[in-house]
């Protein structure tokens, strides 16, 4: 039973990693702006994070490096589609292989690094309750504001004014901008905040999800996020039990190699992606579900003027 829970503990600290990623490209797409470079801005956010805390030995320092680091590439990227005009999809590969680049460079003197210790997380009376305890109550604060960021953004979607005006710009822009609504702006604004939880996800792989530096330690994770707002159909509450599945088939394979399964250890590290693959053909069957929840507007330029 322990195993099982240690499991189901590994597969939450996994899955904030694509939750986080994941909402933030949401954000993003639901204002009709895609983004293809998070595991671009992921790595930078990683290692700057991960320097901050070296310097700092503070985890919130950390965190807030990854989130200025994320939401600065974001910015970088929002003028250049949003104001230039420039291609969304290129500009998102450009924005990736910058940051893989960049992160790998800025993190030469950082590879032996390590991270002050940090305390052990648990929640008082809860984390002693047999099996849920170890499983569900002795993580990082982060995993739990993921889950209250899922709710709060599902809330601000839809139950706020706000959150309508930026629903609405994602479904056509023309009409929001006839209404007297900043188009422009509002994207750049949810491109901006997209970055910064792309951000806090990347400091997360490198100050809580495995505490230290090494070139390309995201590894894909960028991607799977991207995937997996497809995959939940551009709603947080399905992004966050995505996030999860997808978090627990990457710990899978970690769990049947201490099961003494055996798998080459090759096709277990592939699974992640394979299932990225599998569910996106499987939904790519129904592509009238797709559009129906799609923002209409999504991957499209908006000039004011034409």
């Known amino acids: 039973m322990e195993s099982y829970a240690l499991l189901i503990a590994a597969t939450l600290n996994a899955g904030t990693v694509l939750a986080l990623a994941s909402l933030g490209l949401l954000i993003n797409e639901k204002s ?39 939401a600065l590439l974001a ?7 949003i104001w230039l005009n420039a291609n969304q ?12 680049g960049f992160s790998a460079f800025a993190g030469i003197s950082y ?5 002050p210790q940090r305390p052990t997380f648990a929640l008082p009376y809860l984390s002693d309750i047999p099996f849920l305890g170890a499983a569900l109550f002795q993580h990082h604060p982060m995993v739990y504001l993921t889950v209250l960021l899922a709710l709060a953004l599902i809330w601000f979607l839809y139950r706020t004014r706000s959150g309508l005006v930026l629903r609405s ?22 491109v901006v905040a997209g970055g910064a939880l792309c951000g806090l996800a990347g400091a997360y792989v490198s100050i809580v999800y495995t505490p230290l530096w090494v070139e390309g330690m995201v590894a894909g994770k960028g991607w799977i996020a991207l995937a997996l707002t497809t ?9 966050l039990l995505g996030a999860y599945l997808f978090g627990g088939v990457t710990m899978l394979q ?47 330029p908006f000039q004011p003027g034409n």
């Not at 590879?111 to 991270?115: H, L, N, P, R, T």
């Not at 822009?173 to 188009?183: F, K, T, W």
């Open 231 to 239: 995959f939940a159909t551009w709603r947080p509450a399905r992004v």
């Open 254 to 300: 970690f769990h049947l190699q201490g099961l003494g399964v055996e798998i080459p250890s090759q096709f277990l590290t592939m699974l992640p992606y394979l299932a990225t693959i599998v569910v996106l053909a499987l939904i790519s069957r129904n592509p009238l579900w797709i559009r129906i929840n799609m923002p209409a507007s999504i991957g499209k």
């Open 169 to 190: 710009v994602g479904e056509s822009p023309e009409a929001a901008h006839a209404l007297g609504y900043p188009v422009r702006r509002i994207r750049l604004l949810a």
């Open 32 to 70: 009709g702006i895609v983004n293809l470079g998070a595991e671009g801005m992921m790595l930078c956010a990683a290692i700057a994070g991960f320097s901050a805390v070296v310097h700092s030995g503070s985890d919130l320092i950390g965190f807030a490096a990854g989130m200025g680091a994320g």
């Open 75 to 81: 910015l970088v990227f929002g003028v250049l589609v």
């Open 111 to 115: 590879v032996q690094e390590k991270i």
């Open 89 to 100: 999809y290129a500009t998102g590969l450009a924005v990736s292989l910058f940051g893989a």
